[in-house]
């Protein structure tokens, strides 16, 4: 019995995550696949807009067409299976199963973080050196950034996977979150986990200090050369073409700094499943709404689509 146990617990996991939630788990259905369809939606205007107008073939949202294929990928990776086993009364997912989505999550996960320090890059050279801009930050540039940044990612996503799933199952089989997180997983270890945990760590603050230190520098530098700006209408429009991007990063940095930057000992359940909802669900829809609404360019471009293949009117 020991041993089919065993092999029951390598081959399966259960995601308790909403379980304990009862008949609240029909209303988070709805009210989590709304907010996945709007999100799959805005991510998808975002890049049709900017692939159909020319005004809008520029490196910064060459990198928020990135940005936003990443997300709608990385939702489709936690999303649907969270869905479905909202409505399931017995939520699994295999051992590979398990396996796939993290690696996906992670990977997309650190390629998201990488991306989002990019874009700071573009912003300090956009306003820091404007005269050589796009010399800078050329289409050959912004092709390597993005492949490095994806390259990266998922290289991590390989070394986290190596380290969790080499760990043997035997103690529990019963993941305690709505889909297959690092500390969650590592923690029904029957074994020492520490220095696993240790190297995680250290990928955690490559992944999210490294980053934000480099953006905090590049805003440093950006604030200081728009402080020099003459004009205030100047000063105003070089602040917008920045607040949505210090909107994301602080949302996004914020929200994985929490779970990720300290120990697996701290583990809270119940808050840390409120704040993985946040930026397994939120924040994918947070971006393309802080680029529409806050962009006066996207506006414009939107407006510009919608308009050309829009219905004729009829008399």
Do not use: W
Not at 71 to 90: A, F, G, H, Q
Not at 116 to 122: L, P, R, T
Not at 152 to 174: E, K, T
Not at 179 to 193: A, E, H, M, R
């Amino acid at each position: 019995m020991q041993g089919l146990n065993r092999t029951f617990f390598i081959y399966l996991f259960i995601l308790v995550g909403f379980s304990n939630l009862g008949d609240l788990q029909i209303l988070l259905f709805f009210i989590f696949l709304l907010v996945y369809l709007t999100t799959l939606m805005a991510n998808t205007t975002i890049m049709t807009v900017i692939r159909l107008d020319r005004a809008l073939h520029t490196p910064m949202y060459f990198f928020l067409f990135v940005l936003s294929c990443s997300e709608t990928c990385y939702t489709l990776v936690i999303v649907p299976k969270m869905l479905t086993n909202l409505l399931s009364s017995n939520p699994t997912i295999s051992y590979y199963g398990c396996a796939a989505q993290l690696y996906f999550f992670v990977g997309l996960a650190c390629t998201n973080c990488f991306l989002i320090a990019v874009m700071g890059y573009d912003r300090y050279v956009a306003i820091c050196n404007p005269l050589n801009y796009m010399l800078i930050v050329s289409r050959m540039t912004c092709t390597l950034l993005v492949l490095v940044s994806g390259f990266c990612g998922f290289l991590i996503s390989v070394v986290v996977n190596i380290l969790v799933f080499s760990v043997p199952f035997c103690a529990s089989n019963r993941i305690n979150h709505f889909f297959c997180d690092i500390s969650p997983v590592i923690k029904l270890g029957c074994t020492d986990t520490n220095l696993k945990e240790m190297v995680i760590f250290f990928l955690s603050i490559l992944v999210l200090l490294v980053p934000f230190v480099l953006i905090f520098i590049s805003y440093v530098f950006i604030v200081s050369t728009i402080l020099k700006i003459s004009s205030l209408e100047g000063q105003r429009k070089a602040f917008a073409t920045c607040a949505s991007h210090l909107t994301v990063v602080i949302v996004h940095y914020g929200c994985a700094s929490f779970i990720y930057l300290r120990p697996t000992s701290l583990y809270s359940s119940d808050k840390d499943l409120l704040v993985a909802v946040t930026y397994t669900v939120i924040t994918p829809l947070l971006n393309p709404l802080v680029y529409t609404l806050r962009n006066k360019e996207v506006k414009v471009a939107l407006r510009k689509v919608l308009n050309r293949y829009s219905l004729p009117k009829t008399i």
